[in-house]
């Protein structure tokens, strides 16, 4: 299914939102496989991809795609590297490469970005700056509950400009592609909130809801299936007027926790 190898193939089960044609199918499917897990404060998603990366950009294939980043570019005196693993260090600081020159070998990549290997080379690259950019927006404080949830985003994100952009030529790609970035981490996040406030009637509401409506029949839908429990006591909260003590009192769990689980179950599968 995915020809990159930008990370195991155990994590490509869980996807959202990927387009799936193309070069797209290839580059954002494998990097959202492993940003889209289940996300918790201990889940160290840039560690993890630290860690992949060592592998990955020593593959054979990462060795093949040097060479040809190399030979397609001799200006930038790659040859004598072995791999891409190599390359994305020369990026750092510390490399001796001046900044001018590191610019070029970004530019670089992003011409090369279609293939995955490179793609993943660059999104490596690329992350100290996604950081910076997810602190910019205070990592959805307010919006979102978990900061890796929004770290995850914004390096899918970026993974899907990656491809939109691939064969461009940009004197400041890595700039370029960080402020394309936060404008569309930033309306993401607007997004959420308005599904929070649109979804926020679950704080509210004790009046029961018509019985005949969409929420009605998209609940119906979803009857019996994995997530029950909650289609029930999202019944019971709208068409009931049940309050959400008393569902939370009758469910074994917390009002607060109810309540952030009733939203997000809203948020993913009602609206």
């Known amino acids: 299914m995915c020809a990159a190898r930008c990370v195991p193939w155990s994590t490509l089960s869980v996807m959202r939102n990927v387009t799936t044609t193309g070069v797209r199918e290839v580059a954002t499917t494998c990097v959202r496989g492993l940003l889209l897990r289940p ?7 840039l560690g993890n991809l630290r860690l992949e ?16 980043v190399a030979q397609r570019h001799p200006e930038l005196q790659l040859g004598a590297l072995e791999d891409l693993h190599a390359v994305v260090a020369l990026l750092e600081t510390r490399s001796g490469r001046n900044v001018l020159e590191r610019a070029q070998i ?5 011409e090369e970005a279609s ?14 700056g996604v950081v910076s950019v997810c602190r910019q927006l205070r990592f959805g404080e307010g919006i979102i509950d978990e900061a890796s949830e929004t770290l995850s985003m914004a390096i899918s994100l970026l993974s899907e400009l990656l491809v939109d952009w691939a064969g461009q030529s940009r004197q400041y790609a890595a700039p370029d592609l960080l402020s394309a970035l936060r404008g569309r981490l930033r309306r993401w996040l607007l997004k959420e909130k308005a599904a929070l406030r649109h979804v926020s009637h679950f704080d509210q509401v004790d009046e ?3 019985e005949t409506s969409p929420l009605l029949t998209r609940l119906e ?27 939370a009192a009758h469910d074994h769990s917390a009002p607060l926790t109810l309540q952030s689980e009733l939203q997000h179950f809203a948020v993913r599968f009602l609206l």
């Open 221 to 247: 839908t979803l009857r019996g299936g994995e997530h029950d429990r909650l289609v029930r006591l999202t019944y019971a909260r709208v068409f009931e007027g049940r309050s959400l003590r008393e569902l």
């Open 115 to 128: 293939d995955p290997d490179v793609h993943r080379a660059l999104l490596q690259t690329l992350l100290p």
């Open 106 to 110: 970004v530019r670089a990549l992003l």
């Open 208 to 210: 029961p809801a018509a």
């Open 53 to 68: 990366w060592r592998r990955a950009g020593r593959s054979p294939s990462a060795r093949e795609a040097c060479g040809r």
């Open 39 to 45: 996300m918790t404060t201990n889940y160290d998603l």
